[in-house]
Nanobody
Framework: QVQLVESGGGLVQPGGSLRLSCAASGSIFRLNVMGWYRQTPGKQRELVAVITSDGSANYADSVKGRFTISRDNAKNTVFLQMNNLEPEDTAVYYC??????????????WGQGTQVTVSS
């Protein structure tokens, strides 16, 4: 089993910044793609940003230029630096990771979510 534990959410004013972290633990043979998704009530979960093991990143158009995803492969951790936050960024943010438990066994896991609220 692979566990993802997120931290760093909270309340911030418009224009402010937050940094989310997500640490993966368990019997991990290899981590492939790690990423962040977000969800608001009544809406589907949407991709925010993803990053491969070699550092290639992709972003939702709504966050390009404001959010930066990065990862520390040695610590199995992914980060999301969120700058110039807008009220529309308010959501529960979920960490996601996929990879291998062994040569033949794969996994995909979600974190428990962390609330980000952007409000004055």
């Amino acid at each position: 089993q692979v566990q993802l534990v997120e931290s760093g959410g909270g309340l911030v004013q418009p224009g402010g910044s937050l940094r989310l972290s997500c640490a993966a633990s368990g019997s991990i043979f290899r981590l492939n793609v790690m990423g962040w998704y977000r969800q608001t009530p009544g809406k589907q979960r949407e991709l925010v940003a993803v990053i491969t093991s070699d550092g290639s990143a992709n972003y939702a158009d709504s966050v390009k230029g404001r959010f930066t995803i990065s990862r520390d492969n040695a610590k199995n951790t992914v980060f999301l630096q969120m700058n110039n936050l807008e009220p529309e960024d308010t959501a529960v943010y979920y960490c996601n990771a996929d990879g291998k438990l062994s040569f033949l066994s794969s996994f995909g896991s979600w974190g428990q979510g962390t609330q980000v609220t952007v409000s004055s």
